[in-house]
């Protein structure tokens, strides 16, 4: 990539990286228009919106890892007792998603910047993987006692994955004051990736460490500025090291599956009364989709039922 192929300002774009001669691999996002869209849909508060903004770097950060093009990864919490009820998000094909469901009267009785505990108490995180051209399904769950999403994200790959990582968020706004966020996760992988069984992993592995130390001195801000391109956080981290290849950058954008197509086909696997108990006093079916905030009227007597 030359000079003239980096955007002067560099927003919703998945890059990921190896570290030839340290086994490691990494990859930095940072979200901007495509956060803005899924944030605006519910005019979030402060809180809520940071939380679902980490959520969903997170889920860049981590669902661009898949090298199942089709594939899919995502990250859900559930609390019973929380100020956070639902926090859902996932990344498909470079598309994201996020969802935050909570108790608004609960969530004005606290600070202005509340803990992760405060706001969903004793709680877990999920991470699911779903693999398309397999069929296959990995799941961890974690319990969410860290300061931050970025924390549990990182005991995931630690524990479920026994891969030493190292996650980090930063975010921040743009000069209109609009919301942005970038994301860093390295990687150690002691026999490399292709064509080798791994080797047992160590936190403490000499070549990890190093990596690890280099990868703690990104700061939050950098993650989070528009003008400084992706290329050049990997640079500034890594630029004494022999060798370090740079994949192709991943388009991200604002992704929902609920289309009319999609709707109408999930409408009709029901029977025609049961669609009729759905609908209102017009006969109008009302499908209102969590994420991206669209209501889709529907006249039930219009489907016709999947046999």
């Known amino acids: 990539m030359t000079d003239t192929d980096i955007p002067a300002t560099d927003l919703d774009r998945a890059l990921g990286f190896t570290i030839t001669e340290r086994n490691a691999r990494g990859r930095v996002v940072r979200l901007g228009p495509a956060m803005q869209a899924i944030l605006s849909a519910h005019a979030y508060p402060p809180a809520i919106e940071a939380l679902l903004a980490e959520a969903l770097t997170l889920c860049a950060l981590m669902g661009s890892t898949l ?97 030493p990582t190292l996650v980090r968020v930063g975010l921040g706004r743009d000069a209109a004051g609009r919301p942005v966020a970038g994301g860093l996760l390295l990687q150690h992988l002691p026999a490399g990736e292709v064509g080798r069984e791994r080797l047992h992993t160590r936190l403490d592995h000499p070549e990890w460490e190093h990596v690890a130390a280099l990868g703690e001195t990104m700061g ?27 994949m192709a950058a991943v388009p991200l954008v604002r992704g929902c599956r609920c289309t009319p197509e999609h709707i109408l086909g999930v409408l009709a696997k029901f029977g025609v009364e049961e669609r009729r108990e759905m609908a209102d006093d017009a006969g109008v079916i009302a499908v209102d989709c969590a994420f991206c905030a669209t209501s889709f009227p529907v006249r039930a007597d219009d489907l016709v039922p999947i046999r």
């Open 67 to 163: 090298k199942d093009s089709a594939g899919q990864l995502t990250m859900q919490s559930r609390s019973d007792t929380g100020v956070v009820e639902l926090l859902v998000c996932d990344y498909r094909a470079g598309e994201v998603r996020g969802y935050i469901q909570y108790d608004a009267e609960r969530l004005a009785e606290m600070p202005e910047r509340p803990s992760l505990f405060a706001l969903f108490g004793q709680a877990y995180l999920a991470i699911t993987f779903d693999l398309a051209t397999s069929g296959e399904r990995y799941q961890g769950i974690v319990p969410l006692d860290g300061a931050t999403l970025a924390d549990a994200a990182q005991s995931y790959f630690i524990q479920s994955e026994q891969i």
């Open 220 to 246: 939050a801000d950098e993650l989070a500025d528009p003008a400084l391109p992706l290329e050049t956080l990997v640079w500034r981290l890594f630029n004494e090291e022999s060798e370090v290849r740079v």
